[in-house]
């Protein structure tokens, strides 16, 4: 199982980082309702989902995986822009 994840190309990277960090997404949506909170009661938590991409990457990189952590870094770093650009056109963060 583990050989699995010792792939090494861009379209694997892309693929385990978008995955992981839906994955990651759903879990948190479902606790926010077990909750009952809804997203827009506290959308940082979101920042969360980043976290097992990030010992993904950092796991491929360990195990020389070059072209699989990159594709990784480059999914983390956009999906992430992009939260922050959906924060900042909710007002969570208010510069004064």
């Known amino acids: 199982m583990i050989d699995k994840f010792r792939k090494d190309n861009y379209l694997f990277g892309v693929l385990i980082g978008i995955g992981s960090i839906l994955i990651t997404s759903g879990i948190l949506i479902l ?11 506290d959308p940082k938590i ?3 989902s980043f976290i097992p991409a990030i010992l993904f990457m950092r796991w491929q990189f360990k195990i020389n995986n070059i072209k699989t952590a990159k594709s990784l870094l480059i999914v983390i770093a956009i999906l992430l822009a992009l939260l922050f650009f959906v924060l900042f056109k909710m007002q969570l963060f208010l510069i004064k």
Do not use: E, R, V
Request: glycine content about 14%; overall charge neutral; aromatic content about 22%.
């Open 31 to 41: 606790g926010l309702a077990l909750f009952s909170k809804g997203i827009n009661d």
């Open 46 to 48: 979101f920042l969360f």
